[in-house]
């Protein structure tokens, strides 16, 4: 971040914490910036002459000395179409030793779209995984996280879900990435040749956690830039805000404010909702898409920050290890679009809802056959019918290595359909069974 | 004069200003930035200083900015054209905000100043009237909406003057009423209110006596909500809290539904706003969007407004009570206000309560479930206000104090179960848990037993016997297995099954089955109970849970028809043939 000129210097800061200095000054602003002995900081409260002021990567080694220096404004990203292929920090300056950006300078952490100018999310992203587009389908304007435990492959997938989905840009917005993930973003932009439409705002985890909170609003603020100004359809990921949700923490904790549920700050939805909530479908055409992270803590998803997330978005993509295949599986049980119904049947097959419904509740079959198994009841033809055909629906659909079309999802599972089951147990409509039924027993 | 004052302190939305002059408890000001106002509200005085929390994003602000106090609590405009309107949490019509992000300092008005409504006078010159009382109406879409005497007049007044029947725009003058002193005040279409007041102008408030019929059969059947009742639906994410809502938003049989979205998705907000205006009213076949006002204060609008979401919903739904009409109201999320309640408690540094919301959490729920009741007005007419409140609980679980708070004054407890939404068995209400304590009222009874059948109250009950046996055995049959259980067993819990695939779950997107008459609902009840009571002879668990499959199959079609329709007759007539072998 640049600063500008005529900037108001201090040099007695009063108190210091590990996260925050105060001190005296004066025409000061509430979220301005400040460098405290050239460490980045930001006005977080004024109480008559005294200003408290939020040191981003900390305060070990500031003296009470330290030179203080206001910049006369809250951060902000230079916006242009220069953006596009670059890797920036947390406070958006390039790490990739090109130039700086020149364009018009925006505040980040803008103002809301008026909910009556939204349009309705109406356009299918197809991923290639029949996890997501038969099971979860995403629409353009839909937040969605990930969940999943520390040691599944997200990053992975994600990257894999952002290279095949049909949009105009990708910003990742990093937060506690570690080096290696990093590089295999990079890496992984580079080899698709995608890294033209590619920004990155990347805070590694051996940066100072709290500089994690800039990421979200830069990745953002880049993004509205391309979705309204220039009517791009921009697709945001967030990984992992997890860990963003833990700065968070850092800083109330630090100043001093009554922690809520699991030492969580009490204004955690709203501080999530502001940065989900960007998602958004414009009236002309410009489109954001959210797919984040947020891992678990072995899977309880009761902890705050899943469960916040879940009241945020819109529905949610649990990875799992599927045992009996190997395969790492989106969990159709778990998992949720809130928004597929919005496109399924209407830009997909007509016999997509049905197809999609069936194959999950005999996944259900499967599993309360499974559990039979376990407590060590017989087993009927039906359950034993069931047990197969879960294992190739998990391997040829549910396995996250899937990639194809929409329609070969659908025929594949047909297929399985009728390799396993009578047409009266699928409970499918007539009209559909006549048109798509496969009958190879 | 208005009292003024100087910015001194800022954390977050939270701004000290030091004042001269005097100011009130949530007495409304303006901060001026640099040109834009920034509204804001008192919550704290202590000496010199009030603490303000600003409707608006403090981004800039400076210690030393002014501020000018208006000398009232934050109000709502009442009057023609609220309905069809699209507001935020301080009632600025967002139709008429320019561009497409919101900006802050811009408040637009929430009624149409310039367009005529149809007057009629119903008072007299002469007539002796107090507050609340009806002088004239105009038609506002299909309702008679009523020009009544300012809920703020104090004693009784007599009409001076009124205004011909003709077309006039809300800001002039419908009569001309003088106070016992002999003062003349002027009356128009529109009256302003606070929304933490509750509108009173009405003789009593009688306990609830009638039900509200909502379509929705897991709470028509099992447990009615009230005309004038409370009820509130709790449930973790992902179990379906909005689209039950919204079914009840699209069938409830009120005259007048306001919508508070508060706290929640906007693509949720979005979805109103595109099908309202399409959507048919079933009871009067007019478009939703006619009766509705959507309160719309999303999760990432700012959270002080979203606290005052909730109370201009009430405020606008008591207005149209006063008008004789039935008012629903739906506020979706409780949840999101009582945060709002607890992030400004916190940053006052006052000592929290549990799970640091504030400790007068459960008084402040109660008041707003309070201000819902059936009345009686002035000249004997009735008018409502039902409230449907949702709540969020954290993780899932229920006991934390939001849900605990609104349990204690809600009558009516529509628990979603992650359970029943795991297995896709929707609306997830939970049939065991969930009550309703109007089914205890006398008042109630009687009114189901002219309005339904006579015999309705004891039918519902063994209905919910035979889910809650049904239950008991599930886990027997879970435990012992298929075969280690008596045949009786599978037949307990397959009756249980009927009623839940029969009556408690329903298919809020297909066209018929989402809304089913109170008329259709005894039918299928007296049927399902019938079903219930056939005796059959199984010659293994296995024939028992197929014919079961195969009756619920068959009465599920029933559903998906047509009442009384050819289709629904002929798979009636499948069902007696069935039930006409049993023994």
């Not at chain 1, 968070?248 to 955690?268: A, E, F, T, W, Y």
């Not at chain 2, 009756?551 to 006409?580: D, H, P, R």
Request: hydrophobic content about 40%; some cysteine; aromatic content about 8%.
């Amino acid at each position: 971040m640049t600063s500008k000129a005529f900037q108001r210097t201090y040099t007695q800061l009063e108190a210091i914490t590990k996260a925050t200095t105060s001190l005296k000054a004066q025409g000061v602003s509430n979220d301005e910036l400040a460098t405290v002995a050239g460490r980045l900081a930001q006005v977080v409260k004024i109480k008559g002459d005294t200003v408290t002021l939020q040191v981003f990567s900390g305060t070990e080694g500031i003296p009470t000395n330290a030179e203080v220096e206001f910049f006369g404004e809250p951060p902000a990203l230079n916006v242009s179409d220069e953006l596009a292929g670059r890797f920036f920090n947390a406070y958006g300056d390039p790490i990739d030793n090109g130039p700086a950006i020149e364009g018009e300078r925006r505040y980040i952490g803008g103002p809301s779209v008026n909910p009556y100018k939204r349009k309705q999310p109406s356009q299918l992203i197809p991923t290639g995984i029949a996890g997501i587009d038969l099971n979860n389908t995403l629409v353009s304007g839909q937040k969605i996280p990930f969940f999943a435990d520390p040691d599944q492959p997200y990053n992975q997938v994600m990257a894999q879900v952002a290279l095949r989905a049909d949009v105009d840009k990708i910003i990742l917005g990093g937060m506690g990435l570690s080096n290696d993930d990093y590089l295999y973003f990079k890496q992984a932009f580079e080899s698709a040749g995608a890294l033209n439409k590619i920004i990155s705002f990347v805070n590694t985890t051996d940066q100072p956690p709290v500089e994690r909170l800039l990421i979200p609003d830069m990745a953002l603020t880049a993004a509205e830039y391309f979705a309204v100004d220039k009517n791009e359809k921009v697709l945001v990921l967030l990984t992992d805000m997890t860990l963003y949700a833990d700065a968070l923490s850092i800083v109330s904790n630090r100043m001093d404010q009554i922690p809520s549920k699991d030492s969580m700050p009490g204004s955690l939805y709203s501080d999530l909702a502001k940065i989900y909530e960007k998602a958004v479908q414009l009236p002309d055409g410009g489109s954001i898409t959210i797919i984040a992270v947020t891992t678990l803590n072995e899977g309880d998803i009761t902890h705050a920050i899943p469960d916040n997330t879940g009241y945020i978005t819109e529905g949610q993509l649990f990875l799992r290890q599927d045992t009996d295949t190997g395969k790492v599986i989106i969990d159709p049980f778990r998992s949720l679009s809130r928004l597929k119904q919005l496109v399924i049947g209407k830009q997909t097959r007509e016999d997509h809802n049905q197809v999609m419904n069936t194959a999950v509740r005999l996944y259900a079959d499967a599993s309360n056959a499974k559990t039979k198994l376990e407590n060590g009841f017989d087993l009927s033809d039906y359950d034993l019918r069931c047990l197969d055909y879960a294992k190739e629906y998990s391997t040829r659909l549910l396995a996250i290595d899937v990639n194809i079309s929409i329609n070969e999802m659908l025929d594949t599972a047909w297929e399985l359909f009728g390799k396993y089951f009578t047409k009266p147990e699928t409970g499918i409509k007539e009209a559909l069974i006549e048109k798509y039924w496969k009958d190879n027993k | 004069m208005k009292s003024t004052g100087v910015v001194t302190g800022i954390i977050a939305n939270l701004v000290t200003v030091e004042v001269t002059g005097h100011v009130s408890q949530n007495e409304i000001c303006y901060i001026d930035l640099d040109g834009t106002k920034l509204m804001a509200e008192v919550i704290k005085v202590t000496g010199k200083n009030a603490f303000v929390q600003v409707y608006e994003s403090t981004r800039g602000l400076k210690k030393g900015h002014t501020v000018e106090f208006e000398g009232h609590m934050l109000e709502v405009m009442l009057g023609p054209g609220l309905l069809s309107s699209s507001y935020d949490g301080l009632q600025n019509n967002l139709e008429t905000m320019e561009g497409v992000f919101l900006k802050r300092g811009e408040y637009t008005s929430p009624l149409d100043h310039d367009k005529k409504w149809e007057f009629t006078p119903v008072a007299a010159v002469g007539d002796k009237v107090t507050a609340a009382e009806w002088l004239g109406e105009v038609k506002e879409g299909w309702l008679p909406h009523k020009i009544m005497v300012p809920f703020s007049f104090k004693g009784e007044y007599t009409v001076k003057s009124i205004t011909a029947k003709g077309e006039y725009k809300i800001d002039e003058t419908m009569a001309v009423l003088v106070d016992t002193a002999g003062e003349e005040h002027i009356v128009t279409m529109v009256q302003k209110w606070p929304v933490k007041v509750a509108i009173g102008g009405f003789v009593e408030k009688p306990r609830p006596y009638k039900i509200m019929e909502t379509g929705v059969r897991c709470i028509d059947t099992f447990n009615p909500i009230a005309e004038g009742g409370t009820g509130f639906i709790p449930g973790p994410f992902g179990c379906g809290k909005t689209v039950l809502q919204h079914a009840i938003a699209k069938q409830g049989d009120a005259e007048v539904i306001v919508m508070a979205a508060c706290g929640e998705r906007a693509n949720e907000v979005v979805e109103i706003f595109t099908e309202f205006p399409e959507l048919v009213d079933p009871h009067t076949g007019r478009k939703l969007m006619e009766r509705t006002t959507i309160i719309c204060n999303t999760s990432n609008m700012p959270v002080a407004a979203r606290e005052a979401s909730v109370y201009t919903a009430m405020t606008i739904c008591e207005y149209y009570r006063a008008m004789g009409l039935k008012a629903l109201l739906l506020a979706d999320s409780t949840s999101r206000w009582a945060q709002a309640l607890r992030e400004m408690s916190n940053r006052l540094e006052e000592l929290p309560g549990a799970d640091a919301f504030p400790v007068d959490l459960s008084a402040i729920i109660s008041n707003f479930y309070a201000r819902a009741g059936i009345v009686k007005l002035k000249n004997g007419q009735t008018g409502s206000v039902t409230v449907i409140g949702t709540v969020s609980p954290a993780g899932g679980n229920l006991k934390e104090p939001v849900t605990e708070s609104t349990k204690k004054a809600a009558r009516c407890f529509y628990g979603l179960a992650q359970i029943r939404a795991d297995k896709k068995r929707y609306p997830a209400v939970d049939p065991i848990d969930s009550y309703s304590k109007y089914l205890e009222y006398d008042e109630i009874i009687d009114y189901l037993r002219e309005r339904v059948d006579k015999d309705w109250v004891e039918k519902v009950n063994r209905a919910k016997n035979i889910v809650r046996k049904g239950k008991e055995v599930s886990e027997q049959i879970n435990i012992l297995g298929d075969d280690g259980v008596p045949i009786s067993y599978h037949e307990q819990f397959w009756k249980s099954e009927l009623i839940d695939f029969i009556i408690l779950q329903q298919d809020a997107f297909d066209k018929i089955d989402s809304l089913t008459s109170i008329d259709r609902q005894e039918y299928m009840l007296t049927l399902v109970l019938r079903v219930c009571d056939a005796q059959f002879q199984f010659e293994s668990f296995e024939d028992c849970n197929k014919l079961y499959k195969e009756l619920i199959n068959i009465m599920k079609q029933m559903n998906y028809s047509e009442f009384k329709s050819e289709q629904f007759n002929k798979y009636l007539e499948q069902l007696n043939k069935i039930l006409s072998n049993d023994k």
